[in-house]
């Protein structure tokens, strides 16, 4: 039974008091903090058994990005595929995963699941506001199986703004290219036993796409966070803190799946077709966590959480169109590839008159939600060799429900006139839901100069599907179809640090990779066998990275959603055997001294190669019928980061260049067939700061400087752009 935020929090409060504040003495809080992190600080990233990064508060100033894609490009390992321009909804993907809807990756805030339901229905529409985060960390190899549950591309967690140490706070205003807005504040403090910090984000703007017949396409999102913090006395024999952590989140999107032909792309790449003037995303996502840490002993420490995530949205956007004979529909992926073939079917599309009910819009109306509890009991101790044990429990429980309806339209002289008004749950009734228990216990070994890192995690997934009859009452009449099934996962891995010197180090890993099925779909886990073996090195402001990695699948997953294009029923799974993914991964940064001047400069490569090793016919769009050796699609061979900038004692210049290569949008050998790629481009941001005072900031941001056209995805439907030439001038101030 699903049991909203406001009844979870005196439960999670009534268990975190019954452990009572009692006293110790204190630690740093960063310290305290460590088990709910995956990488921890960029110190602990260069001794980690395993690809490690970590991107701190400092550097995200520099660009001071909105956009988690431009934040993301400067980690190698890391694919991104755009979509709407501004980050809201980003694909990512680690080492080869696959890139829709982050689906394939563990995705956190502050150590929890964040996705709306990340065992039953992980490829959903909401990702945190990246203007609230002081941190990124991105942990790929084997001590990825700390999180869980999908392991085999790896972990990104976001951290939000800590509570600050004494009375602090700041104020963002950033005003930009098509009336956009950002705005950005938080304000707390702490005092002996008591801290707090409320926040909020507003962002908005007209969109950049420009309507066939005038409107908007932007968006708006309004994001409020509080967080309250109560610890026992410095000075105590146990040290406690409970924290709570509370946010809503709404977004308002004009935003649409119909992307633009080839010759339209070249002719006005920011065009959006007059069917998609209805098209409208709107969502709100609500968090309540409260953290507990209790130091047990000088060597043993318990940190637990409790969680309730709720998101709904209703995407409203154009489905289809209906084929000239009246006897089926058309999907527009195929309608934008062949619009010669469907020439009434685009006709439509642009503008020109249709016949009653010829244009197909969908409410995808879903609700969801997630909670669950976690503990992590640390010890320290010390024989032979130096150990940091972490044992690990969770227990959680999502659900998706959808209640979808069809609306149908004819397209009058460039406006959409409804003609029947289809009623809720007449297109799709069902819930899937999940309940996971899962376990880890991972030990860091440090021993000399070597660091082992033995780990195993366990998850028992029961996963759920009810399909309701087709009406608006369907659930009184109860399901017409159960669908039930229990997965088991063994997940372990190994990592091995060699501390060569004091500032070479080489590592290597070892660990299974592993994605549960979804709900009601019939096929198996996704898994595979990953490793990684490389070097480091870090001495007076110089740093670098070089290893290579190879992801080996026994059974490749393939997942049906609105957002691969269809093809195929959304929500169905296709086996796509064995794949092996290989590549090289390469970052190294340096600051140097000019007199006064500070001249920090980085990069970052990856290279990726990744293909099928087995033939087989699938449904899945992407797929198609496959050859042994296929290359995968919407995965990049090479991807290529460039920072340097120059830093006075009160002002900073800053340029990123990004190489962003093509990519199959189909899988295949050789040239691929026209429509079947996307482009390569070279992305370039630029941004300065003046420091007016102590407190005041004077900043710009030109992101795309030199304003690059080039498509950045063919899904769902037709070619898509990527943001064009956009400015920005704003103020932060700190106090």
């Known amino acids: 039974m699903r049991a909203p935020i406001r009844t979870l929090l005196p439960c999670a409060l009534s268990l975190a008091v019954l452990q009572a504040l009692h006293p110790a003495h204190a630690e740093p809080l960063a310290a305290r903090l460590d088990r709910l992190t995956v990488v921890g600080s960029v110190e602990q990233a260069q001794e980690t058994a395993g690809s490690a990064h970590y991107i701190d508060s400092q550097q995200l100033e520099k660009h001071n990005y909105r956009d988690v894609n431009r934040v993301l490009r400067e980690v190698p390992g890391v694919y991104l595929v755009e979509e709407e321009g501004y980050g809201l909804r980003p694909n990512i993907g680690i080492r080869g995963s696959g890139t829709d809807r982050n689906n394939r990756i563990t995705v956190m805030e502050d150590g929890v699941l964040i996705a709306p339901a990340p065992y039953a229905a992980p490829a959903a529409y909401y990702f945190p506001t990246m203007a609230r985060m002081s941190a990124v960390e991105v942990r790929k190899g084997s001590s990825s199986v700390k999180a869980g549950p999908r392991t085999t591309g790896g972990v990104i967690n976001l951290i939000s703004t800590p509570i600050p140490t004494g009375p602090a706070g700041l104020v963002d ?162 309608i934008l590839a062949n619009p010669a073939t469907f020439a009434d079917q685009y006709a439509w599309l642009t503008g020109a008159t249709s016949p009653n009910g010829a244009l197909r819009l969908r409410n995808n109306n879903r609700k969801y939600y997630a909670q669950g509890i976690q503990s992590v009991l640390g010890w320290k101790f010390a024989g032979t060799a130096e150990h940091n044990v972490e044992f690990g429990l969770r227990w959680h429980r999502d659900e998706e429900d959808r209640f979808q309806d069809d609306d149908r339209y004819r397209m009058q002289d460039g406006r959409l006139v409804l003609t029947s008004d289809g009623a809720p749950g007449t297109q799709d009734n069902r819930v899937v839901s999940a309940e996971a228990f899962s376990a880890y216990v991972q030990d860091e070994i440090r021993y000399g100069r070597w660091i082992v890192t033995p780990g195993v995690r366990f998850e028992r997934i029961r996963l759920t599907r009810e399909d309701f009859p087709l009406t608006t009452n369907g659930r009184d009449a109860g399901p017409t179809r159960v669908l039930r099934d229990t997965v088991d996962a063994f997940i372990p891995g190994l990592g091995v640090t060699w501390l060569l010197s004091d500032d070479l180090t080489v590592f290597g890993s070892l660990h299974r990779g592993y994605n549960p099925p979804a709900p009601g779909t019939g096929v198996d886990a996704e898994e595979s066998v990953n490793g990684e073996f490389g070097l480091r090195y870090a001495s007076n402001g110089l740093r670098g990275e070089l290893l290579g990695f190879w992801n080996e699948y026994d059974n490749l997953i393939g997942t049906c959603t609105a957002s691969t294009g269809g093809g195929c029923n959304i929500g169905d799974q296709f086996d796509g055997g064995k794949a092996r993914i290989r590549g090289i991964e390469a970052n190294l940064g340096y600051r140097f001294r000019a007199g006064a001047l500070n001249i920090p400069v980085s990069a970052a490569y990856t290279f990726t190669r990744a293909e099928f090793r087995n033939a087989f016919t699938s449904s899945f769009g992407e797929w198609g019928t496959v050859a042994s050796g296929d290359r995968l699609p919407y995965l990049p061979e090479h991807l290529f980061n460039a920072q340097a900038g120059i830093e006075g004692e009160r002002w900073r210049i800053n340029l990123a260049a990004n190489y962003i290569d093509d990519m199959r949008t189909r899988a295949g050998q050789g040239t691929p067939a026209a429509g079947q790629r996307t482009d390569a481009a070279w992305v370039f941001d630029l941004s300065a700061g003046w420091q007016l005072t102590d407190n005041a900031e004077l900043y710009a941001r030109v992101e795309n400087l030199f304003d690059e056209t080039y498509i950045v995805s063919r899904r769902p439907s037709g070619a898509r752009p990527g943001q064009p030439r956009t400015g920005f001038v704003g103020m932060r101030y700190r106090f």
């Open 173 to 334: 205003l950033s005003y930009g290219r098509d009336n956009t807005l950002l705005g950005h504040t938080w304000a707390g403090t702490s005092q002996e036993r008591f801290g707090f910090l409320v926040e909020g984000v507003y962002q908005r703007s007209d969109g950049f796409k420009r309507l066939d017949g005038g409107g908007d396409t932007g968006y708006r999102l309004d994001d409020v966070l509080a967080k309250v913090r109560v610890n026992s006395d410095s000075n105590a024999a146990r040290y406690q803190e409970l924290e709570l952590k509370v946010s809503r989140t709404t977004q308002d999107s004009d935003e649409t799946y119909l992307g633009l032909t080839d010759a339209d792309f070249r002719a006005m790449p920011n065009r959006r077709y007059a069917a998609s003037q209805l098209d409208n995303i709107a969502t709100t996502h609500e968090l309540a966590q409260v953290n507990h840490f209790i130091e047990l002993a000088d060597n043993v420490d318990l940190t637990t959480v409790v969680y309730r995530t709720e998101f709904a949205r209703n995407w409203y956007k154009l489905n289809d169109v209906r084929n000239s004979a009246d006897t089926g529909w058309v999907s527009l992926a195929n």
